[in-house]
């Protein structure tokens, strides 16, 4: 496919033909494609082209495919390039619609920037360039730079993984008025200089926005004017992109509109930084985010419980990964929790891997989507356990209803059953259960077995009345 949009004074021999095909004296039998075509009227091909459109987008443009880590290119942003070669009615029926079918310009790796902006209809552009098998070449940069400083054009934007990726940030400048999605995610590698994100950059009508190991400026304007926000994902992999939460928390407050953020860093924030007065002032009262549906946190949980401290109300959906730490206290994620009216979790599944222990916990009534995750990772399976206790314990006024637990082993795993048997005689299982008074149903894999049946088990054979009381049924 060729990533020039057609001119619209391209391809006249072509539709000329075919117009004159279809309004000859051809017989039906002669032309039974060429009168298909016009048998539809304007709205029915408008109708078609969108629901073109939607097959090859997806119905949901801002799904997190197309958001995230470049799984999915934009160049099928480029959909309609084809259309408009058919015939001059179906090119003038798109063009005159551009809007309405959501026309943009493509530009990517090997587009020839400079020829599409001078011979190409003037529609809004996506510029999504990716570092490649034959990575970024120097007229992709160039392209790429050109393209970004036509700023009342430019609808969304991808630098994903380049490695000169400072030259396409210092063409990001000023006001963006119609930017939807701004997604720039670096590579760190060894001796990489971290970039900042300028802080002069405006987008009023910014939706989507992801920034990974890219400085931002505490008085971001982008940030305190992108009151349409939909999506805010910030990945912190390198110490100098920190931020501190009562900063994040500012960034916040303008948001009113956010249904899904995801913060996500990679070492323990200090102490000292999340407990000190920045010298930005902090917000005092409540952030209120009424639309945010899902929450993704991964750091420690001194970080997240000033976050959780002040936003409010609790999202449908929370997605919290914590690395080994020596305590998890996490009484704000609890009082956050307790917000919700008639929040009662019916299920729990656990499961330990050589990399990460995991759990879910589902409302009563959903058996498909869980309300609550919490991963922990690390190895060595004893310290995965007494982590994941150590959470229960301090969530479990909510765990309290929970009538079907499952304890699992992730289905891949490459740890040994040695490594299991670590956990026969440790106080982690006896810790984890008594976080789960209610529980009527146990199903619990092989290799796990022996630990959980040791300290349910009194010296006697009997079943420990302290733990699991109201058990009726044990599913190996």
């Excluded at 997190?64 to 799984?71: A, H, I, L, P, Q």
């Excluded at 909510?398 to 026969?424: C, Q, R």
Aim: charged share 20%; hydrophobic share 40%; proline share 5%.
């Amino acid at each position: 496919m060729s990533y020039l949009a057609p001119s619209t004074s391209s391809l006249q021999s072509d539709a000329e033909r075919i117009s004159r095909g279809a309004t000859s004296g051809e017989s039906q039998s002669q032309r039974p494609h060429t009168a298909l075509i016009h048998i539809l009227d304007d709205d029915s091909l408008l109708n078609v082209f969108s629901l073109y459109r939607s097959f090859l987008l997806g119905k949901d443009n801002d799904d997190d495919d197309r958001f995230k880590e470049g799984k999915r290119q934009w160049v099928e942003e480029c959909w309609w390039y084809k259309l408009v070669h058919v015939c001059q009615r179906w090119r003038n029926l798109i063009f005159r619609s551009a809007s309405y079918l959501g026309l943009s310009l493509v530009c990517t790796n090997g587009t020839p920037v400079a020829d599409m902006l001078a011979y190409s209809p003037s529609l809004p552009l996506v510029i999504d360039y990716f570092e490649g098998y034959d990575g970024v070449t120097a007229e992709d940069e160039e392209g790429a730079i050109l393209a970004l400083k036509q700023r009342n054009r430019v609808r969304r934007v991808r630098l994903f993984t380049i490695t000169n990726l400072q030259k396409f940030i210092a063409a990001i400048d000023k006001e963006y008025p119609i930017l939807e999605h701004l997604i720039i995610w670096n590579r760190i590698k060894e001796n990489t200089t971290i970039s900042m994100f300028p802080e002069t950059v405006e987008a009023p009508h910014l939706r989507h926005f992801a920034l990974v190991d890219i400085t931002l400026p505490i008085e971001s304007r982008l940030l305190t004017t992108a009151v349409h926000l939909v999506t805010l994902y910030l990945v912190m992999n390198n110490p100098h992109t920190y931020f501190n939460p009562n900063t994040l928390l500012a960034w916040l407050s303008f948001m009113p509109k956010l249904e899904t953020l995801k913060i996500s860093f990679l070492f323990s924030a200090p102490d000292r930084d999340v407990e000190r007065q920045p010298t930005h002032p902090p917000v005092m009262s409540p952030v209120t985010l009424p639309n945010l549906y899902h929450f993704y946190f991964r750091g420690d949980s001194t970080y997240l419980e000033a976050l959780v401290h002040r936003i409010t109300p609790c999202p449908e959906k929370l997605d919290i990964c914590f690395v080994i730490q020596p305590t998890f206290s996490v009484p704000c994620l609890l009082q956050l929790m307790n917000t919700r009216e008639n929040l009662k979790f019916e299920r729990a599944i656990f499961r330990f891997s050589e990399w990460q222990a995991f759990m879910a916990f589902y409302p009563r009534g959903e058996a498909e989507m869980y309300a609550l995750s919490i991963a922990v990772n690390g190895c060595g399976f004893v310290l995965q356990l007494s982590s994941v206790a150590k959470i229960c314990n301090s969530l479990s006024q909510i765990f309290s209803a929970v009538e079907h637990l499952t304890l699992d082993i992730g289905t891949l795993d490459s740890w040994s059953t040695e490594e299991y048997s670590l956990g026969v005689n440790s106080v982690g299982w006896r810790q984890l259960l008594s976080s789960f008074s209610n529980v009527k149903t146990l199903r619990i894999h092989k290799i796990l077995v022996e630990g959980v049946s040791r300290c349910l088990e009194l010296d006697d054979g009997d079943l420990s009345l302290g733990l699991l009381p109201e058990l009726q049924e044990l599913i190996l």
